[in-house]
């Protein structure tokens, strides 16, 4: 559980002001559009880039992958900071589609909070619901924002009640639309008393608010065509009588959600939301490390890589790797010690991200992502300190559901094959298994289309066509257990072990029925479907 105790000492100016928090939803529920608006109110961009749209407009910051350019989906999580008033955000965009949910939950385990994106007219759906289950076992605070309302969407207290009823969680509305599809002008502004209105005609504009005295100001009646004021009157004294009050400790704890309506792709609602992630969104929070946790506002530096990217320049061979800063006063060309090598490491070139544009890093606090160019070195579940013995734990790496054999077109090229699987293995794209009988590598995957990531990705990066062909086997375990144990086991099912790319036993399987033999056969070998991301 995060301590969200209020006898935890204040955290230093720099570092309180920090939100890092990641967006959540289902494919298509406007994340990325979401994503390009707070870029824009945030100063960093000048016009916000739409997934669907034609031309200039059509270049999203966030999705910087040929693939996600060519296919209008995020396939890999992007990072970008920047400042809205007095807070520095933290923002990474998390692909929303489950054939990428790896990714996804390794991310979570880098921010402090996750703001959930719901469409108006679908509501709840199920890939939401498993990205809610990843923060519910982590306890993170999450904000609510119900997109595309300016679309036929359901009724407000229908979508509420979804909300409560398949997440179990307690909703309460920080804002309420006003009218629905075609007829909504804009939200009323439950907190502030504000009424905020659209304009429909251009999209990179911000909404005008104008300042209400209660539900009871004549001002309401001039802006609010009357057939809609009535029912919205109605509903907001519905709502305020049956829902919770919005209770900013609860939100913490992740027992409450607030929820804000809205529509991205109008820049409509996001600055209300925006001002919410900095109002009730948490500080840096502690994180869970062996032998023990570390606070943010502990002045030696120590941070963690939660993920991987090759090639981020296809012009140079590089690796980033995104570290969550835990603690301290990162300064360009600091020596950290790598822990799990226990070598020093000079970090004289890290970046700030704003997705694929990057530039030089002279600073960051607890709470901020930074990215450090390295070829190798720094692999998933790694932590880096000012000398102390410390490892974060808890970044998940899952058995694959799907596996391959993969080949490359050229006979001759399979050494560079080798290396290319080896790269993609480390940044967590795949699961990458040497048989230990044949030629040859196993990938494993979470979904399908990561196949043609994968292939696509080899071909565009390495210049190497590949082939994937079904194998005989169907799922992976890792092997644990004592030593002459493993060593017993692995003797006599030979035709089924495999090493992945850190030189871990694996079991390959077949049938389900395998797996029940090798419990029943060999009660003191384990065989697990996750490990832990770290040495």
């Known amino acids: ?27 298509d529920a406007g994340k990325t559009t979401l994503t390009e608006k707070f870029l824009l109110y945030g ?5 916000a880039g739409q997934v669907r749209a034609k031309g200039e407009a059509r270049r999203t910051r966030s999705d910087f992958m040929q693939m996600e350019k060519d ?32 990714d996804t939950y390794r991310t979570l385990t880098a921010v402090d909070a996750a703001v959930m994106v719901i469409d108006g007219a679908k509501g709840v759906e199920s890939q939401t619901q498993k990205l809610f289950e990843v923060c519910r076992l982590r306890d993170l605070p999450i904000l609510t924002f119900c997109n595309k309302m300016d679309r036929e969407s359901r009724e407000t207290f229908e979508i509420i009640d979804e909300i409560q009823e398949n997440l ?57 065509p009357a057939e809609l004021l009535e029912p919205f009157l109605e509903e907001v004294e519905m709502a305020r009588e049956l829902l919770p009050k919005l209770d900013p400790q609860a939100v913490l704890e992740g027992h409450m959600t607030p929820i804000w309506f809205g529509s991205a792709i109008n820049s409509f609602g996001v600055k209300e939301l925006m001002e919410g992630i900095g109002t009730y969104g948490p500080e840096p929070q502690p994180q869970r490390a062996t032998p023990r946790e570390i606070s943010p506002e502990e002045t030696k530096v120590s941070g963690f890589v939660f993920k991987v990217q090759a090639n981020m320049d296809p012009k ?54 930074i990215g450090i160019p390295n070829h190798g070195q720094l692999r998933i579940g790694d932590t880096l300190t000012e000398g102390e013995a410390l490892r974060v734990t808890g970044i998940p790496s899952f058995a694959p559901e799907l596996l391959q054999t993969c080949r490359a077109g050229d006979p001759m090229k399979a050494k560079h094959l080798e290396k290319a699987l080896m790269q993609f293995a480390e ?27 994968l292939a696509s990705r080899i071909e565009l990066e390495y210049g190497l066509p590949v082939r994937f062909e079904p194998s005989q086997f169907t799922s992976a375990r890792w092997v644990q257990g004592d030593k002459l144990a493993v060593d017993k086991f692995t003797n006599a099912n030979k035709q089924h072990i495999a090493h992945d790319n850190d030189g871990d036993i694996v079991y390959l399987t077949r049938l389900q029925w395998d797996i029940d033999r090798i419990e029943r056969d060999y009660p003191e070998v384990t065989l697990t479907a996750t490990k832990e991301m770290m040495v």
């Open 71 to 102: 296919r209008g989906i995020s396939v890999s999580a992007s990072a970008m900071s920047f400042d809205y008033k007095t807070f520095r955000f933290n923002l990474v965009d998390t692909p929303g589609h489950s054939d990428f949910s790896e």
């Open 1 to 27: 559980m995060l301590d969200v105790t209020p006898n935890r000492p204040d955290l230093p100016r720099e570092i309180a002001r920090r939100r890092t928090f990641a967006i959540i939803s289902h494919p």
């Open 427 to 453: 940044e967590g794209a795949a699961k990458v298994f040497k048989p230990s009988f044949g030629s040859g590598f196993i990938v494993g995957v979470v979904g399908a289309l990561q196949f043609e990531v």
């Open 168 to 224: 179990a969680i307690d909703v309460t509305p920080a804002s309420w639309p006003i009218g629905v599809g075609r007829d909504f002008i804009g939200c009323y502004d439950l907190i502030n008393d504000r009424l905020e209105l659209m304009d429909r005609a251009d999209r990179n504009k911000v909404a005008a608010s104008i300042e209400i005295k209660g539900l009871d100001d004549p001002l309401l009646a001039k802006h609010v």
């Open 43 to 47: 100063g960093a961009i000048q016009m």
């Open 316 to 369: 140079h061979r590089d690796r980033v790797a995104f570290l969550r800063m835990a603690s301290g006063h990162f300064k360009r060309g600091m020596k950290l010690t790598h822990v799990r090598t226990k070598k020093p490491m000079a970090v004289s070139n890290p970046v700030l991200f704003l997705a694929s544009d990057r530039e030089l890093a002279e600073e960051a606090w607890a709470g901020d992502i």
